[in-house]
């Protein structure tokens, strides 16, 4: 199992910026790391993931060309640049991981593949 936790949330205006990070612990190594958000009475959705060797990355269709997901290996941090911020993407972001490699759009988007979760970090977008 591997604890994850995540910082860099806040508020901010729209059209900012934030970067999330996700640092991880215990297990050695997760192959697949993502990003998924719950907004106020919605139910959680998926935001982004990364696929390590070679490095795959997907976005929902409502961040892509705003949101950047990226992964430090040596620092077993991943993060999600989020620029051109908008009021729908207050939401709390959790990360999530697991320790396999995800073949498929369809897995990587899926929430109940990701073993292990963060607590989450605040993201509140003002308009």
């Known amino acids: 199992q591997v604890q994850l936790v995540e910082s860099g949330g806040g508020l901010v205006q729209a059209g900012g910026s934030l970067r999330l990070s996700c640092a991880a612990s215990?297990?050695?190594?997760?192959?697949?790391m993502g990003w998924f958000r719950q907004g106020p009475g919605k139910e959680r959705e998926f935001v982004a993931a990364i696929v390590w060797n070679p490095d795959s990355t997907y976005y929902a269709d409502s961040v892509k060309g705003r949101f950047t997901i990226s992964r430090d290996n040596a620092k077993n941090t991943v993060y999600l640049q989020m620029n051109n911020l908008k009021p729908e993407d207050t939401a709390v972001y959790y990360c999530?991981?697991?320790?396999?490699?995800?073949?498929?759009?369809?897995?990587?988007?899926?929430?109940?593949?990701?073993?292990?979760w963060g607590h989450g970090t605040q993201v509140t977008v003002s308009s």
């Open positions: 999530a991981a697991n320790g396999l490699r995800l073949y498929s759009t369809v897995a990587v988007t899926t929430r109940r593949n990701y073993a292990d």
């Open positions: 215990g297990r050695t190594f997760s192959y697949t």
